[in-house]
């Protein structure tokens, strides 16, 4: 039976669509229209690599500087238009890492259901799933929300490596396998690994206050050794003290890609975060 939301995942950073692909198709499974773009931070063909397929990571910064977070926002804000303003859908945003940050951005007040419904209008955003995803509060960014405060040099998470131009130019992923994949087979965890990309430091500050607007859920992933579960618990605990914000916390025993080793956990609670709020 057709459901009666979308949902539109925003994707990590370092990635593509690829890993996600077992989560989609287990949601188009349960009768949900699924939707990943590829957003630019994270695009080989927009960081300027030289050749995709043996990337360079030490070339000079595009002439028109690295895609932010913001763009990837609009690339995610363009497909709302077209599924809410043309079709009338309602659309579950899912925000995996620094997707969350992409979701939130992209949650423009003009297309959350509760005020298009005000206006006499079908469909909207109705919510937001967050998965083990950066919550930050408005006017940081990722990269700033992180750092310390004290002036000190930037330095990359434990995770990533810089390359040739250091904050300037790009970081990769070092031991995704480990990371990023733990809970996998090792061969799955090595491919998932060899695929993916890179990174600008990501330095948008978020200037949408979807927090208070929106039914929110975090899924804190327990055994997270890229963005440890400690962190997530802090970010949430943060809004949370806020008056008008309640973001709903689940768990699950995952590393940082519950897409890939909790998949059908995963679906069963988007299906229930979309229908309860519906």
């Not at 300027?48 to 500087?65: I, K």
């Not at 079709?87 to 995996?96: C, M, S, Y």
């Amino acid at each position: 039976m057709p459901s009666s939301f979308v949902v539109v995942l925003c994707h990590g950073s370092y990635h593509t669509p690829e890993p996600y692909q077992p989560f989609l198709t287990a949601l188009k499974e349960h009768g949900i229209e699924v939707h990943c773009p590829q957003l630019p931070t994270s695009d080989l063909s927009k960081l300027n690599v030289g050749d995709v397929s043996n990337p360079n990571f030490n070339l000079e910064p595009p002439a028109g500087g690295y895609p932010q977070p913001f763009d990837n926002a609009k690339v995610i804000q363009s497909l709302l238009e077209q599924l809410i303003v043309r079709d009338g859908k309602n659309v579950v945003l899912f925000g995996h890492s620094s997707g969350g940050f992409v979701a939130s951005e992209a949650a423009v007040p003009e297309l959350q259901a509760k005020i298009r419904k005000e206006k006499g209008l079908k469909g909207g955003v109705v919510g937001i799933f967050y998965a083990c995803a950066f919550v930050v509060p408005v006017g940081e960014s990722i990269h700033s929300f992180f750092q310390p405060k004290d002036g000190s040099p930037p330095k990359p998470p434990h995770f990533c490596t810089f390359h040739k131009f250091g904050v300037n130019g790009l970081m990769s992923t070092n031991q995704a396998a480990k990371y990023f994949f733990n809970g996998l087979d090792d061969e799955k965890a090595k491919y998932y690994d060899s695929i993916m990309t890179a990174s600008p430091i990501l330095n948008t500050v978020l200037t949408k206050d979807v927090y208070p607007a929106l039914p929110c859920v975090y899924l804190v992933t327990e055994n997270d050794l890229t963005l440890p579960a400690t962190y997530q618990e802090g970010m949430v605990a943060l809004q949370n003290q806020r008056e008008g914000v309640d973001i709903k916390v689940v768990r699950c025993q995952s590393g940082h890609s519950p897409q890939l080793t909790w998949t059908e956990g995963l679906v069963a609670e988007v299906l229930k975060f979309g229908r309860e709020i519906l």
